[in-house]
């Protein structure tokens, strides 16, 4: 199996300031289509997971300009540039390179 | 526009059966992908099964053999029939989809989620 460290656990940032998580895969998610199969996601309280980003780095419709994402391989990022009140969350990363499809254990996000 | 509406959660004993639903709008089950994700209380995401438009499905290890995903065309449904359950597959259970074909294999459509309580 896929094994996804994502780092940190939990995340508390004022109010205008960036944010950065980390998801490291034990193995690479680039497939043999030259594709690299990493998502993003963020759960708010009492919804199911929204979708953020595709493929490493591409926004999904909708998601606000503040989340970049970048990554190859094995390493990956998110980052907000400047954290708002509504990114309150859990962010998770999620590999589909490979079953069975694994997820990171989740960074929650809060705001000072 | 395409929606999931998952269904069917419930409390049931060890050992018990249940069969959550998930009735799928804006695409048909024979086009696409549909996975089921659950989420233990407070805990995280955790993938559980997938069929896609092929018919062919696949199964995380802690519920092969014990779940069966299938769908049916005429209610443009899919199902997850459950079986001897565990106290530790007590969760949210979500059904997912790409309803944009450029997130294929991820999820950018999910149901609200459906609970279920395994315990006597």
């Known amino acids: 199996d896929i094994v996804i460290t994502q780092t940190p656990l939990s995340l508390s940032v004022t109010p205008g300031q960036p944010a950065s998580i980390s998801c490291k895969s034990s193995?690479?998610?680039?497939?043999?289509?030259?594709?690299?199969?990493l998502y993003w996601y963020v759960q708010k309280p009492g919804q199911p997971p929204q979708l953020l980003v595709y493929e490493v780095s591409n926004r999904f419709s909708g998601v606000s300009n503040r989340f970049s994402a970048s990554g190859s391989g094995t390493d990956f990022t998110l980052k907000i540039s400047r954290v708002e009140a509504e990114d309150v969350g859990v962010y998770y990363c999620m590999q589909t390179r490979q079953f069975p499809i694994t997820f990171g254990r989740g960074t929650r996000l809060d705001i000072k | 526009e395409v929606r999931l509406m998952d269904s069917g959660g419930g409390l049931v004993q060890p050992g018990g059966s249940l069969r959550l639903s998930c009735a799928v709008s804006?695409?048909?089950?024979?086009?696409?992908?549909v996975a089921w994700v659950r989420q233990a209380p407070g805990k995280g995401l955790e993938w559980v099964s997938i069929?896609?438009?092929?018919?062919?499905?696949n199964y995380a290890d802690s519920v092969s053999g014990r779940f069966t995903i299938s769908r049916d065309t005429s209610k443009n449904m899919v199902s997850l029939q459950m079986g001897s359950l565990r106290g530790d597959d007590t969760a949210i259970y979500f059904c997912?989809?790409?309803?944009?074909?450029?997130?294929?294999?991820?999820?950018?459509?999910w149901g609200q989620g459906t609970l279920v309580s395994v315990s006597s």
């Open positions: 069929i896609y438009n092929s018919g062919s499905t």
């Open positions: 804006g695409f048909n089950v024979n086009d696409n992908y």
């Open positions: 997912a989809s790409a309803g944009s074909t450029e997130v294929r294999p991820g999820f950018d459509v």
């Open positions: 193995q690479t998610l680039l497939h043999t289509d030259r594709k690299t199969y």
